[in-house]
């Protein structure tokens, strides 16, 4: 129990095009979500944290303009890299808290590697 | 400010050889605390959660244990397989549902 998954797992994309990335979770509903960006070697930084059916919260240096996220549903978010540039290149992890009140932990999805050429 | 450090940075063991990583925290309210497992490439895969001073869990070749000031995952006679970098990451009571991770421990198991 308890998966998540991302799509695209890999994605190249040209300068100045836009990317969205898909989180769903498969065996649960989940009223929060979390997008993380993790950079080689180093740890998970969260990008922002988003809510179902309301906007998300995005942590402090990230642009919400640059990174559009959609909660639509109990078992989807989106990310969506605006106007993508090389320095966007980077490791996007997605996680999923259970709605169940029992739940604290957040279950990751695998990731999805972006290159921006 | 809540924080969340770990140690050693890397940790290359021999098999067999039992060792601990330490992940040391400083938050108001701790509500839960968290350990991952991250292969190269791919998502950190959920392993424990621990809530109070004095709680153990156990899975295979790890158990984690949890101080008021730190947590100790240890690792018992590991295999080459437990090779992976090792997340701690803790829930404060004033960071609503966010959690903050720590820069992780290397570990790399010798055949």
């Known amino acids: 129990g308890a998966v998540v998954s991302q799509h695209p797992s890999w994605v190249i994309c040209k300068s100045g095009t836009s990317v969205k990335i898909e989180c769903r979770s498969l065996?649960?509903?989940?009223?929060?979500m979390f997008w993380y960006r993790q950079f080689p070697k180093q740890s998970l930084m969260l990008m922002a944290t988003s809510n179902e059916g309301s906007k998300a919260t995005y942590e402090q240096g990230v642009e919400k303009d640059k990174f559009l996220i959609n909660h639509a549903s109990l078992t989807l978010s989106t990310l969506t890299v605006t106007s993508a540039h090389p320095e966007d290149s980077s490791f996007y992890i997605c996680s999923a808290r259970p709605s169940a009140t029992s739940y604290n932990e957040q279950f990751f999805g695998p990731g999805t590697r972006l290159t921006v050429l | 400010e809540d924080q969340v450090t770990q140690s050693p940075e890397a940790l290359r063991l021999q098999e067999g050889e039992s060792s601990s990583l330490n992940c040391s925290y400083t938050v108001s309210g701790l509500r839960g605390l968290f350990w991952y497992r991250q292969d190269p490439g791919k998502g950190p895969e959920f392993l424990f959660t621990?809530?109070?001073a004095g709680e153990e869990k156990e899975k295979e070749r790890l158990k984690a244990t949890l101080t008021k000031k730190e947590s100790f995952l240890h690792i018992t006679a590991p295999k080459p397989e437990d090779s992976a970098t090792y997340l701690c990451?803790?829930?404060?009571?004033?960071?609503?549902?966010?959690?903050?991770f720590g820069s992780g421990t290397r570990l790399s198991i010798r055949p």
């Open positions: 990451a803790v829930q404060a009571g004033s960071s609503a549902s966010k959690i903050i």
């Open positions: 065996d649960f509903q989940a009223t929060t």
């Open positions: 621990l809530y109070s």
